[in-house]
């Protein structure tokens, strides 16, 4: 199993940046790919976010491209998501998520990750 804790969250105003970070404890010999979801209030799980193991491969939603970057560090157990230009729809809760693959895939649809961190929450104020 993988344990996960984020970190980084809190106030930030439109237009400023945050950083958000995302710990990898327990079995992380295996190759795992990394994910941040987000959740508002009223709202659906949308998808944030994708890294693979290697680090080679990242996908990105819609509605944050060009302006969140993921990314993860040599070891590969911590994942960061950078987080620039925010607006106010992006206040949500935001959760870190991992699952067991090969090394260069990722996948953005939450119902196939296996492990969840607790949240942290962004919120952007206007």
């Known amino acids: 199993q993988v344990q996960l804790v984020e970190s980084g969250g809190g106030l930030v105003q439109a237009g400023g940046s945050l950083r958000l970070s995302c710990a990898a404890s327990?079995?992380?010999?295996?190759?795992?790919?990394m994910s941040w979801f987000r959740q508002a209030p009223g709202k659906e799980r949308e998808f944030v976010a994708a890294i693979s193991w290697s680090g080679g491969n990242a996908v990105y939603g819609d509605s944050v491209k060009g302006r969140f970057t993921i990314s993860r560090d040599y070891a590969g157990n911590t994942v960061y998501l950078q987080m620039n230009s925010l607006k106010p729809e992006d206040t949500a809760v935001y959760y870190c998520a991992a699952k067991y693959l090969p090394p260069n895939y990722v996948d953005y649809q939450g119902a196939a990750y296996n492990y969840w961190g607790q949240g942290t929450q962004v919120t952007v104020s206007s």
């Open positions: 327990g079995r992380t010999f295996s190759p795992y790919a």
